[in-house]
């Protein structure tokens, strides 16, 4: 990746940066999140929405089972390259399903509403603009994009098209996270000073050496497709079930894992907007088995005077989690659970630096600080702590629901082709920021 890719034409031309949420004013409300599995509504049984599913992989084989579960959502048909997820698809739908390997027959038929794609992050940009030129909506996979080139691209299409693309990165449909948007918004923590985010994982599945399918062979697989425009190698089952590891397919760590944070964190500040600045650093440390993108990776955001500090690591773990800290307390929000610390932000006794005066003065200050302080001080300083648990914001299906929701009805996703493409550059800079060991700026 060079550095002109991340020209700032490039990344302006994404459109300006929507204001932050208000984190001052309302009395604090704050309802418990329903503890009962999310339920999708109910659709009206003619309004049925008919899908085809590119990819079947670990993750599309998951979200191909949670679509069908929908209330008035059908798969009509699913495509893979690899024969052996064909055989898959009709084990989670049904024995008779239409499968291919070519996924422009999906977008030929008629009877097919909308996409739902989960392949390699190095054909999202192909995959979408054929769906949304051919005039289908899509839920595509995140990260949106697998170079900022890409993202633009990817952008203008659904733009031009005028037709749904939803990203995958479902944080930003969880209740969870959405409680905690409502209590940032509602300016429990006060002013918003820092944000951290980290998730780290501890074994070889988590560092992604997945075990490739035993009986993958150049027969079952199209392996000239699969590698897409990227220069060809022998066939290589490695590659194929591990690709994230290369930068060729993938789009490291930062692509996999940051983005998740970043969505949740954008949704959560209620910010949809590029970093003005990134600079990251990490290496491989712990899986130096080949692959060409770190395992460890850190980096510094300024989305615009925020400082955001997110951290990844396939070295040791450490559950996914962000804390927004602010001048009233901190609010930490895990998988299930938000909590919150309460911070008055006042002094609680007078300060120590006027033990540096002398006594005439020193007690004149105390006398005075005493005199203004401590009614206050008298009233309690008890301070409510608390948390909230709700559906694990790492569920995909209310995040599929409101896609199918969307082209139902028409109306906006929640994670749009804009949405996505700001989440996929703060990534891209975070690469490209350890790559060139340099500040990069949009
Ligand atoms: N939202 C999440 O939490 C989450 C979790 C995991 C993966 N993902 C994303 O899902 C995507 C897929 O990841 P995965 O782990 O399922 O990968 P995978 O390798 O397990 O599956 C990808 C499948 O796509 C197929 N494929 C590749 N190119 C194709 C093409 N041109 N036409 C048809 N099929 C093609 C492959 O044969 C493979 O079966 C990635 O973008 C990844 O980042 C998201």
């Known amino acids: 990746m060079s550095k002109d890719t991340f020209s700032r034409r490039e990344f302006l031309g994404v459109g300006a940066a929507v204001a932050g949420a208000s984190l001052v004013g309302n009395p604090l409300v704050a309802a418990p999140i329903p503890h009962a599995a999310w339920q999708p509504p ?51 739908v049904r024995p008779d399903l239409p499968v291919t390997r070519r996924y422009r027959e999906l977008l030929d038929d008629k009877n097919i509403d909308c996409i739902v794609a989960a392949v390699p992050d190095h054909w999202h940009r192909q995959i979408v603009v054929d769906a949304v030129s051919a005039g289908k909506d899509i839920y ?116 996999d894992l940051l983005v998740h944070l970043v969505s949740g964190m954008l949704f959560m500040t209620g910010m949809n907007q590029v970093p003005r600045q990134a600079m990251a650093m990490g290496g491989i440390r712990r899986w130096n088995d080949g692959r060409n993108m770190p395992d460890v990776h850190a980096v510094l955001y300024y989305y615009g005077d925020l400082p955001v500090y997110m951290r990844l690591n396939l070295g040791t773990e450490t559950p996914e989690t962000y804390r927004f800290q602010g001048s009233k307390g901190i609010l930490e929000v895990s998988g299930r659970t938000i909590a919150f610390s309460p911070q008055s932000g006042l002094d609680e006794s007078p300060s120590y630096y006027a033990y540096s005066f002398p006594r005439a003065l020193r007690d004149q200050y105390f006398k005075q600080w005493h005199a203004e302080n401590d009614s206050r001080l008298a009233k309690g300083s008890m301070r409510e702590s608390f948390s909230f648990t709700g559906p694990d914001f790492d569920d995909i299906k209310p995040h599929l629901w409101n896609f199918f929701d969307a082209v139902r009805t028409r109306r906006p996703v929640v994670e749009d082709a804009t949405f996505g493409h700001h989440a996929a550059l703060a990534c891209h800079m975070a690469n490209e920021s350890y790559f060139t060991k340099a500040a990069v700026s949009a």
């Not at 399918?213 to 079930?241: E, Y």
Request: charged share 20%.
């Open 42 to 92: 109910k659709g009206a049984p003619s309004d049925r929405v008919r899908f085809g599913m590119i990819g079947i992989g670990m993750q599309g084989s998951a979200l191909l089972g949670q679509s069908i579960r929908l209330d008035g959502v059908e798969c009509a048909a699913a495509c893979d390259l690899y024969d052996g997820r064909h055989v898959l698809a009709r084990e989670i």
């Open 140 to 255: 595509c996979e995140k990260p949106m994009s697998h170079t900022p080139a890409d993202g633009a691209a990817m952008l203008d299409a659904a733009k031009k098209s005028g037709r749904i693309v939803q990203i995958g990165s479902q944080r930003v449909s969880s209740q969870v996270c959405a409680k905690a948007k409502e209590l940032i918004a509602q300016g429990m923590i006060g002013d918003l000073t820092l944000v951290e985010g980290w998730l780290g994982r501890n074994d070889p599945n988590g560092a992604w050496q997945y075990p490739p399918p035993p009986d993958l062979s150049p027969a079952n697989l199209d392996w000239d497709t699969w590698q897409g425009t990227v220069p060809k190698r022998p066939f290589n089952p490695l590659v194929f079930a591990r690709w994230r590891a290369w930068k060729e397919y993938g789009t490291g760590v930062a692509g």
